[in-house]
């Protein structure tokens, strides 16, 4: 089990409270929206300095975002490397560390520039006719690869933007298609894809970049949530490897990602994984060459297996998988300096965790498992990393390669957070579903009292392939919930990530069988291990397949809850099939088409089990969610309503599937906690 106190959580962020100190307040929404974010870190090529990127949000609002240097191992402060309005991100070190190179919109169009570390102003040295959305620099920092939006029968990027302009000005409104997919996440296709140019770096400026991925009809680096760590030179700098699926008319409905390498003078690309079927993803090469490893699923159609660690002996040509009886899913990849280890995060119960393999035993070993992770850079000694909890927004460490010495780097938030009260936390474990141990957190609410009994708040993780474990979130933020004077609840049922691959599976083509049970099972359990919380007053609350979940529960256990929260939740799974846009989501969890496996989709079907409602249940939606589109949520308000089911909708034309708008949040949070105060209430 793992235990942390607040206090014991707030000592370790370097926080302390002096005797004439303001007295902490409770989380609130409006604290959350003014957290700073630490972005677009990068370790220098020697390993002695880093440099960041913070989002400061005052206390009107008002957001800024600049550069900051810091050398690891000094007492100084860290210096601040830019002031200009708008934000840097996407950094990258020179070869010789004396520059580092940035995107920024400074004048109105995402361009790369140039920033000398020993003094003087950043200059701009893209002047594309198109925005530069992402690059990544050659291993000698003489090659600079950029991803840029284009259309691809255009020659060049002029003939492109002229298209996006024409299409701008067009009085007409249709859109036009002849095959999936129409849409995808929050956006309507525009025939435009992402493509890879390559230019030079020539002193002041850049080449005329080359579209090393001209012709194609995919996109690359996959939207809506890959970048280019999906792409990288061959450390000779002769080529560029990415991820990216084949063209074809079945877009909508397969997951096979290869690994593709074109020379970087452009030419014809060689696909280096057409054997596999399922995705590849995150090419990484070590420094001297003589490998590439990279991540693997096996099955055909299914977004959430394993990712398999593979290595590739550039020179041979053999391959293998590294670690094969390793039960995680790898999500990041770096070499060690030696060429032959890496290092790698993956969800661990209930934690996103650093390990080292070998690559030539695939021993694999635990390096850091607290919070939620992520490597910013390894050096012959050292991890440079970024770490998150429950209790901790984001900050930068570094660490032994054996886990030993961790040392703070950054306290973004150091103020913001002396001023802020978080719920004591612990993760605790049960029996669910075939008897199997299941885990989950509990959260006390701020201010609590031995003695009193609170109310609880119930969270459903979406995924359904998911977890709420111990990191820091920006839209479901369990903390907010502990205070406002909840006890809260969050269960890791089968189907959840982090706990191996077979209990992630459990949960396809079985929605609504073992993840209820659990849900079910940790309640009572955690309820009668912790007695101050109140299964009397307890509300439940999840989005998308948690929104499906308590869709599920009206008609399932319909005696559980006070009160619903249903956050893009399916209720129609017939409709829900023929209206999201990735085919291949529902064709896997559901054993094929709607027409292929009717008897399931109908028996994990909410809208079968309407007869049993009677739960009061706020409904949200966005009308720019194209994965769940807002019909489910008005479908299910609509029944309530008729059905005089108390139930209120909250709707936003201008979100997705999540919440992005911070006033929005705002309002979010405000109908949640009323609807929950309204019926939890004594």
Not at 125 to 143: A, R
Not at 412 to 438: H, M, P, R, T
């Amino acid at each position: 089990m793992k235990k942390t106190a607040i206090i014991l959580a707030l000592a370790t962020a370097g926080l302390a409270f002096g005797a004439n100190a303001a007295e902490p307040q409770p989380f609130k929404v409006q604290d959350l929206v003014k957290i700073n974010k630490l972005h677009s870190s990068v370790l220098s090529n020697d390993g002695n300095k880093i440099v960041y990127a913070v989002k400061n949000i005052d206390d009107k609002g008002v957001a800024s975002s600049d550069l900051y240097l810091q050398t690891i191992g000094s007492d100084q402060a860290a210096k601040r490397l830019t002031t200009a309005t708008g934000t840097e991100h996407s950094v990258a070190f020179s070869a010789d560390d004396k520059k580092v190179y940035f995107l920024a919109a400074r004048n109105g169009s995402s361009q790369l520039f140039e920033l000398a570390l020993d003094g003087g102003e950043a200059q701009q040295i893209s002047e594309l006719p198109l925005d530069v959305e992402g690059f990544k620099l050659s291993q000698d920092g003489k090659q600079v690869v950029m991803n840029i939006r284009v259309f691809p029968a255009c020659e060049d990027l002029t003939c492109s933007a002229d298209k996006f302009a024409a299409e701008a000005e067009r009085s007409s409104t249709g859109r036009e298609y002849k095959q999936l997919m129409v849409r995808h996440w929050d956006t309507w296709g525009d025939h435009s894809r992402s493509h890879l140019f390559v230019a030079q770096l020539n002193g002041e400026t850049i080449t005329a970049p080359v579209d090393v991925t001209k012709g194609l009809d995919t996109e690359t680096p996959a939207l809506p949530f890959s970048g280019m760590e999906e792409v990288t030179f061959t450390p000779d700098g002769k080529y560029v490897v990415y991820s990216a699926k084949a063209p074809s008319t079945q877009q909508a409905w397969e997951t096979n990602y290869d690994l593709w390498q074109v020379p970087a003078t452009g030419g014809t690309a060689k696909n280096l994984t057409e054997d596999n079927k399922a995705w590849d993803a995150l090419p990484t090469f070590s420094a001297d060459g003589r490998y590439m490893a990279y991540l693997a699923m096996t099955k055909p159609g299914f977004e959430a297996d394993r990712y398999r660690i593979m290595l590739r002996d550039t020179v041979t040509g053999q391959e293998k998988e590294v670690a094969p009886l390793w039960d995680r899913s790898a999500s990041s990849l770096m070499f060690g300096k030696d060429n032959r280890t890496l290092y790698v995060t993956a969800q661990d119960v209930g934690q996103v965790s650093i390990f080292e393999v070998n690559t030539q035993f695939g021993d694999v070993k635990t390096i850091y498992n607290e919070g939620s992770n992520s490597i910013v850079g390894v050096t012959a000694d050292k991890i440079v990393f970024n770490h998150k909890s429950l209790v901790q927004p984001g900050d930068l460490y570094t660490m032994a390669l054996d886990g030993q010495n961790r040392t703070r780097l950054t306290d973004v938030n150091k103020d913001k957070l002396a001023k802020i009260k978080f719920g004591e936390y612990e993760q605790f474990s049960f029996k669910g579903w075939n008897n199997e141990e299941v885990f989950g957190y509990w959260i006390k609410p701020v201010g609590y009292k031995a003695g009193k009994k609170y109310p609880i708040a119930f969270l459903v993780h979406g995924g359904p392939q998911g977890s709420f474990g111990n990191s820091f979130s920006s839209r479901w933020n369990a903390q907010l919930w502990a205070g406002a004077g909840y006890g809260v609840v969050m269960i890791d049922f089968h189907g959840s990530t982090g706990y191996g691959q077979a209990f992630t599976d459990s949960i396809s083509q079985d929605w609504g069988g073992k993840p209820l049970e659990d849900l079910q099972k940790g309640l009572a359990a955690v309820t009668a291990q912790q007695k101050w919380l109140d299964s009397s007053r307890a509300c439940a609350l999840g989005g998308s397949y948690g929104g499906y979940m308590m869709n599920w529960i009206q008609g399932n256990w319909n005696d559980g809850f006070k009160c619903l929260v249903n956050h893009a939740g399916l209720f129609d799974m017939r409709s829900m099939y023929y209206v999201t846009e990735e085919l291949w989501f529902p064709e896997y969890e559901f054993g094929g088409t709607y027409q292929d496996n009717k008897a399931l989709y109908e028996k994990f079907n909410p809208v079968n089990y309407v007869e049993n409602w009677q739960t009061p249940m706020l409904v949200i939606h966005g009308e720019k969610d194209f994965r769940v589109p807002y019909g489910q949520g008005l479908a299910a308000f609509s029944f309530m309503q008729r059905k005089g089911i108390p139930s209120e909708l909250l709707i936003y034309p201008d979100e997705n599937h999540w919440i992005l708008n911070p006033d929005n949040l705002e309002q979010w949070y405000a109908n949640v906690l009323g609807w929950m105060d309204r019926w939890t209430a004594k």
